[in-house]
DNA sequence: TCTGAAGACTTCAACAGTAAAGTTCGAAGC
DNA sequence: GCTTCGAACTTTACTGTTGAAGTCTTCAGA
């Protein structure tokens, strides 16, 4: 009875939750289920971590994506609202919206191709190359307390498996195209 | 020239966006990165292959987490808004209306409680825990099948890794309280 | 018992995303 | 040189989330 945190509970650690699991759902494999779980979860606590220090910055995480793409696209630094969108995983209809808050903001412009009319190209500004700067410092201080616990020969295991994994989904799941279990 | 794939260029690879990232800020650890980014796209590619799978069972994403936090709950089966909000990362509002949708679809019940009638109590219905049932076995498929070019010795690696990261990132934010990089 | 404070949930208004229809321009065929 | 097709973006209507304000109940103190 002193171990029910009353109604008032919050998550379910990482072990309780696979214990739970083996409970309710025998067939689960226990590790696979904990690389899984760990996965999610990871990506929960870096989300609102990255979160917290783009919105000291003034801007949200998913401006700090869009400079991103535009910066790591290299030398004139623009690209299509289509083309944005698909690095991003959004429809065209969000980056539309998107662009229009954040050229309202002054951190990218938004102009008509000038050799086909039907075009957009959207650029960073000096302002939004300077957050995205600043976004970037925050980020690696916050990757490198992230990762202080494993050995330099430990990230590099790490950092192999997990493109092993990732290279596993994107064969099976072109470009968010095909599904990975065919299930139909 | 015969190396861009003009203005409908996708996502690029993994490794040409961490040899951007040196190439437009030269602090950055690669090593580092790449463990992020890659954890970060997978994330996103198993989103979109759970969305599939649960979208063929006729209910969200959304929704099966919300089955899967009331089932690993245990034997009663039922938890109040508040806390399934915590469970979840949600706001309590965000759960109200999710509830909402959800016992309108029958997929789970919602109860004031007789000793305490400002509390509620949402409980699984029949028809929920065999969603959730086929959702689970679905992705215990899925999750094999990313998995399965690991060992069963890597798995056992990379999850005790993953869950050391985890650690280190919950012990700095206690409930998505706290920060990791103390900035303010 | 009454009153005030705190807790648990809901309501409301505003914002962000999606799907589908709409607009506009460019290019290919007649 | 029209016309039609298709591509690229935008608009519209709707869904889901958030933050803030509101409601209702319990509990502690007067």
Partial sequence: MADTPGPGA???????????YQREFQDLDPQV??????????????HV????????????????????????AGDPYRLGPGDLAKR???????????IDRMV????????????????VI???TEEGRSKWLEAMRMATVFEEELLQDLSGEERGRLGEMLTRLLRRVEDAQPDAGGRLSDLD
């Fill in 10 to 20: 919050s998550e379910p650690s990482l072990d309780e939750q696979i214990a739970a």
């Fill in 33 to 46: 289920e904990k690389v899984v779980s760990a996965l999610s979860r990871l990506n929960r606590r870096m």
């Fill in 88 to 98: 991003l995983g959004l429809t065209p209809a969000a980056m539309t919206h998107r």
């Fill in 49 to 72: 971590a990255y979160g917290r220090q783009t919105a000291e910055l003034g801007i949200s995480n998913a401006e700090w994506e869009v400079l991103k793409a535009l910066v790591l």
């Fill in 104 to 119: 309202a903001e002054g951190l990218v412009t938004r102009e008509r191709d000038e050799n086909n009319r039907v075009r």
């Fill in 122 to 124: 959207v650029g960073i």
